[in-house]
């Protein structure tokens, strides 16, 4: 009767096991956008939008780039692209350039930082990102909006006075490059020959001195 009642209370904790771990597995995935359940809210409350723009005339976008006055996307350095970016090019937030990022970056170390309106920690991370890029010696810093309305993602730029250069991935192919996961935000660096190290774990920079840490250490 013993062994019975011990195979019985072992049968139970497994399945207790099994449970916690699904639960939280899904709540993981429900934090990101793209799943269906418990869509998370923006920070004014409102839900986030069941279907966002893919595209939006330029003759809208423009005012709110220019009220956001943000840094121009960079350019080809002309070293030759290589790692994980070569051959990936996305449009310039608020912008129709396109933007090759394995011949932007290519050459010297940079940072990546994904983000988006809807992030509430990505709010309190960006301006020390663009603290620390306003330092002497600081390498380019390179805003991604993912997942997001490019008028709100505007606004909140404006709204910070973050002026990092930004670019949108609307088809996916830098999220697949970089290795997403399905949480915001998230940061990484990308070295002078292309590899690409993703900053973990993956807190939330409170200042522009966690920012430099984090770039000595892996650039």
Do not use: K
């Amino acid at each position: 009767m013993s062994a019975e009642v011990d195979r019985a209370r072992s049968r139970a904790g497994l399945v207790s096991t099994v449970v916690v771990v699904l639960l939280a597995a899904f709540g993981v995935w429900a934090l990101w956008p793209g799943g269906t359940p418990a869509r998370p809210a923006a920070a004014d409350g409102a839900a986030l939008p069941t279907a966002l723009p893919t595209a939006l005339p330029t003759a809208e976008l423009a005012p709110l780039r220019a009220a956001a006055a943000l840094d121009p996307c960079p350019a080809a350095t002309g070293a030759a692209p290589a790692g994980p970016l070569a051959g990936i090019t996305v449009p310039c937030l608020g912008e129709e350039r396109a933007v090759d990022l394995g011949a932007a970056l290519a050459g010297r170390p940079a940072l990546i930082n994904v983000w988006a309106s809807w992030c509430a920690p990505c709010r309190t991370e960006l301006p020390a990102l663009a603290e620390y890029a306003a330092r002497p010696g600081a390498v380019p810093v390179l805003g991604v909006d993912v997942r997001d309305d490019p008028r709100a993602a505007l606004a909140l730029l404006a709204d910070l006075g973050v002026r990092l250069p930004s670019v949108t991935d609307p088809d996916g192919a830098l999220t697949a490059a970089l290795d997403l996961p399905p949480a915001l935000p998230m940061t990484y660096v990308v070295r002078a020959d292309g590899s690409v190290a993703r900053v973990d774990p993956p807190i939330p920079f409170g200042s522009a001195d966690e920012v430099a840490r984090a770039v000595a250490e892996l650039a």
